[in-house]
């Protein structure tokens, strides 16, 4: 299992934390509050801790779990203590109305955090195309993630497979922008499309269409035929 350490103590990081933990993950949670954190890593269970924030976080894999703002200036914060580290992005730069994406065109908020880590730390944008409210209830739910490293990639999916989640590579760390695009079209539907936040973003497989698929026409005639022949052979004899 994985070592995290998750930098916030807001909604997303009590949701991820309890999920890490209860996938057998060795959790910490780091805020600028520390009886906040401690409560929150008490929550938690399972030898989950709390660190100090500034301190180099313990685990290998740190989520940022804070507003899209604050982001980039936590990471400047901890400067050369994230060295080594994947730095997970999990935010949402959206304008005030959340209308619109609060970053330039062809960038991101992952690629700037990118710029602001040291060179051997690796940025991997993941979870923002998932409600909190959704993501607490667990799997199966897929995790699109985009990252310029494989190795940090591979180490995500080892994650979010612990959460009982499947995780899908959508490319390098420039598809982030496009992945804070599809979190914003999810706020779109959610307003408009489907009138709530209740849903969540999936690839399906045609073999995973098939077994979810309505039977029509001759396939459900059929299927009824076999369902009655099943049950005409249990009939007592005559």
């Given amino acids: 299992m994985s070592s995290i350490s998750i930098i916030g103590t807001g909604q997303m990081a009590r949701i991820l934390g309890t999920l890490a933990a ?53 990471v400047s914060q901890y400067g050369d203590a994230l060295a080594g580290k994947v730095i997970v992005d999990i935010s949402n730069p959206f304008n005030p109305a959340a209308t619109g994406l609060a970053t330039g065109d062809g960038t991101s908020n992952a ?44 180490s995500m999916s080892a994650f979010i497979d612990s959460l009982g989640l499947r995780p899908l590579d959508t490319g390098d760390l420039t598809m982030a922008h496009w992945l804070e695009g599809a979190g914003l079209l999810m706020v779109g539907l959610g307003r408009h499309g489907m009138g709530n936040y209740s849903f969540s973003l999936a690839v399906n497989t045609p073999a995973e269409r098939t077994r979810a698929r309505p039977q029509r026409g001759h396939a459900a005639l059929q299927a009824r035929e076999w369902q009655e022949e099943a049950w005409t052979r249990q009939l007592p004899a005559g």
């Fill in 22 to 74: 209860e996938g057998g993950n060795a959790v910490e949670v780091i805020g600028r509050d520390p009886a906040k954190a401690t409560a929150l890593a008490d929550d938690f269970g399972r030898g989950a801790t709390a660190g100090t924030m500034g301190t180099a976080p313990a685990g290998d894999i740190v989520i940022l779990a804070v507003p899209y703002a604050s982001a980039v200036p936590v």
């Fill in 111 to 154: 690629q700037q955090i990118a710029k602001a880590a040291p060179a051997s730390a690796h940025v991997v944008k993941a979870f923002n195309t998932l409600f909190g409210t959704v993501l607490a209830q667990g799997g199966p739910l897929d995790v699109f993630m985009a990252g310029d490293d494989a190795q940090a990639k591979a």
